[in-house]
């Protein structure tokens, strides 16, 4: 696997797309899984999801499934969702309440803090004390709930420290999930994470999305909205910018990045021609023409209208499929049909990540052909180079140390 | 191959599961097909399917097709269903009666026995003797039908001198087959395997099974009921106990094991509460309150009530997938719906089936995380235990050899 | 690779079919893209489809898709259908017109030449001249369009020499493409041209058409029949033999094979019952009683009939799975449902087609058992064998290039 993938990594060339392997090779989608998906911090989903001690809820990726439970002290924590005794996944349902997780099946049952509390007719020897469920790491992000599967998951620190009081701005923890919809895409993980962080395609691909977002305009008309923008910024929170993340992220330090981008002149919020759609969220009193970019690990992503936040993860299946999870939250109090129409709420992100869906999974079949070359990156996908720089740098480490 | 073999066998723990490479791995897949599947005897079918001359059926598993034929002496034989000039398959149809089995390719015939007895325009130094389809060992045990594809198969004769007087009492030769159903699991075979072989389960999983078989009970129990059913054995054969299974086998014998259980006190048969429901079988005349469990080669295993019988066959059909097939025999003179009801007599195995099957694939789920490791076995789990003896040191000694 | 394809040309043998391992192999799968659908010519489409500058369709197989299109100068290009930003397909539609081809995904443009047009947001030091789609070679043989994606394809220059009277007398240039078929088979490519290439199959599998080509009878029968179909031949080009195919082509030059082959006495095409089914072709005024099988590369061929044209394209999906395109050609001028009715005009060869799908994967089924070997060849399989022997000559080449 090492010479495999430190072949691929040196083919990268900075400014380029990716090398065809890194779409296609086994080992490579692996590694992946090891040096990515299991080192870094991913969205499980949040905290209103399981008010009550028992509630609990599973968050599958690849061959993983991770059960994330509200224990008798109200604290969260989260599981490796399979039996210590001949590995059967414990928890059957995707969400639910309960007191105990009792193994469908040999009746092993473990207590909200993943202990073994009953495993019948076992040797004497047998040691229910280090037989409890894999314990996997937890960590809130204002109400957001990560997991990550490492022993030293990287550090939180610096992103709480920069963005605890947008968290509160934004009221992170009275937040409600109105809805989430599964996309399920027929190509590599990387391509759709690639697409997510360039808006190169907007104008072309979203005409719902560029009807309101700045960000589909060319670079120079961007930085002109942006600046007029900005002057009214006030010293608010709102308006940080912090740039810590992919290949920017300090050492021991999960990489992050928040701003604020405006929308088109005169439009408000993520409705589909721009209007708001709920309830303001947290503190805020007044629509202010923007929405903020959240990001948090590799493949977490969060959109912040002043009146609703739209969460996009990405999870891999296999080398060629994966898939986007879209999660729509509005404040906890905001009542459906009364305050918000689901609809409304949903409808621009619905119809643009449908669109990247085919997008994507285009690319991917032209990706496929042994006509395919690294291609020249745009002045538009910025952001995208430093997520292709980040990961081939992670790659390369991971290979040397294998 | 061998590395990879030799460095799985390694980790095995007797009292633990498996490690992970062994329910994923092609390799070992591929080593499993040649080493098991193709060395040792597996049940294709009972004389009654095939009562006259012409009479056939195919047996399938992983890449495999078999026919079983009975010739015009009315002997029994098995041919690869493998044309030998283009490869085609010679026989399409499950089951029929035919006189020639003429390939649809070309038109290449095969008369009974195997013989090639017509092939067109082919040279003149082409020899039809030479070209018959490939002959497979053909074995019966009773009236059950087992081929086994190694040029030298494992000896039937340690079972055949210790069981034939169980196959007269329980009338082998004088069965039909009442109902077949096939079980797809998406999981390895092994897994379904060890599923079968131990009844840890059965009480939290199978709550029909565990109201009528004593064996659903904790050992300490299950023992004392046994003790109290075998007071009335008489020194008749029915009560014998054999144990020359998996590991337990002399060198060169297939593997078999027979022993009787009792059902729960005032039970009678297999019927979905404990009663019976087809005539008795050979030379029975009165239910006696058990059940004897009895096992041939590694994937076929018979369980024989007065009144029924009956036999699971497990075959792979992939890596990660596997064919559990359930046969029903009752007393060739039995009348369907005169002397027995389809439903009665199915319905136990079948409910029990289909909460295996899923059991079995939540297993695999499990197996794949990356969390899972080999865990340990109960007390309940001893079968099992000699099953994965034997199957480790079966590679092991297969990939010593490669 | 080199190894595990060295070893396996190693075990040919001539006269017998081709090992296992050539059915199975990934490597050779991926060998065989390289070294012979990459190398030879393929059947596009015909020229009618696009008669128009700016008309286009696409050709795809395996993992590839190339656009043919009619420039504004009127002559015919090839394209890979991959954008040379980030991969995408950039044309979508199977079919269609357009004056120019737009990236689905950031709107880069191309024209007709396939040169870059237009891609916004760029560094100034992008060349557009060096980013155009990459040329595939294209030539026209008659009006039917071959594709090659070698650098240097094999030189048409002897077929044409020797066939252009043909191409005159069937009026290549002056047909047009009434109906086309594509059937899936289950089965390694090389299973489904092997079927193609010999008749011996014909009788036993194909009633229809045995009742209608004498190619069908046994050797002697055929031979005798021929002779007496040739006896008319006055110097025609029509009946012409080219025998330049496969292991007969000359180095450098595409294999060619061209020749005409009697119906049965009375008939004269390839109508269901051997009658007329449309307008005669080209400057043919008369039945004459036969056809003519005419092929170009390893991969396409034509039965022509006085009245109308059926070509049959091979391209693999997979290893385990291809295609077959059958494709029926009539008189340009011909008018459907006045001229011929579509169903007379295919009637033959979709149930001669559908028949060979059902026998090719069986064959793959039997191919698939460790107990097939390779069979020997009949004396009717002699066009086949030049297949074999062509296709290990070519794939130890490669090989030995690696």
């Known amino acids: ?6 072949e691929a990594t040196s083919t990268y060339a900075p400014g380029y797309t990716l090398d065809q392997v890194f779409y296609q090779s086994p080992e490579i989608y692996t590694l992946e899984i090891k040096s990515i998906f299991s080192k870094h911090w991913q969205y499980a989903g949040h905290i209103s999801e399981i008010p009550n001690p028992g509630d609990f809820f599973t968050f599958e990726f690849d061959r993983e499934s991770i059960i994330i439970v509200r224990t008798k002290s109200g604290t969260i924590k989260a599981h490796a969702n399979v039996c210590r005794h001949r590995g059967s996944q414990v928890c059957l349902e995707k969400k639910g309440s309960t007191q105990l997780f009792t193994c469908p099946y040999h009746a092993w049952s473990y207590d909200l803090e993943g202990s073994l509390v009953s495993a019948h007719a076992m040797p004497d020897d047998f040691d229910k004390n280090k037989n409890g469920l894999t314990p996997i790491n937890v960590a809130l992000v204002g109400g957001f709930i990560f997991i990550c599967l490492a022993k030293t998951p990287p550090s939180l620190e610096n992103l709480r420290r920069d963005l605890s009081g947008v968290f509160e701005l934004f009221g992170f923890e009275h937040l409600k999930l109105a809805h989430k919809e599964t996309y399920s895409i027929d190509a590599n993980w990387k391509l759709a ?18 009807k309101v977002h700045a960000m589909a305009r060319l670079p120079e008309e961007f930085q002109s909205l942006k600046s007029a923008y900005l002057k009214q910024t006030n010293g608010s929170v709102k308006f940080q910018e912090f740039n810590c993340y992919f290949d920017l992220a300090p050492p021991g330090q999960e990489g992050y990045q928040y701003g604020r981008n405006p929308l088109l002149p005169g439009l408000i919020s993520g409705g589909i021609n721009g209007q708001g759609v709920a309830p303001f969220l947290g503190e805020i009193s007044d629509y202010d023409g923007g929405a903020s970019e959240f990001m948090v690990g590799p493949t977490m992503f969060f959109l912040m209208y002043d009146d609703h936040i739209v969460g996009y993860r990405f999870t891999p299946s296999g080398r060629r ?17 009364v305050d918000y129409l689901l609809e409304e709420l949903t409808q621009l992100w619905d119809v643009t990540t449908l669109a990247d869906k085919k997008i994507v999974s285009d690319n991917q079949k032209g990706v496929d052909s042994q006509f395919y070359c690294p291609g020249r990156l745009s002045t538009m996908e910025s952001f995208e180079q430093h997520f292709l720089d980040w990961y081939i740098m992670t790659l390369k480490s991971a290979a040397l140390q294998t």
Do not use: G, I
């Not at 696997?1 to 430190?6: E, G």
């Not at 499929?321 to 049909?337: I, R």
């Open 1 to 6: 696997m090492r010479n495999t993938v430190l």
């Open 193 to 210: 994470v690639e697409n997510y962080q360039e808006c190169y395609h907007c104008a072309p691909s979203h005409k719902e999305f560029a």
């Open 321 to 337: 499929q994966c898939k986007c999870d879209v999660f729509w939250f509005v404040h906890e109090k905001a009542t459906k049909s």
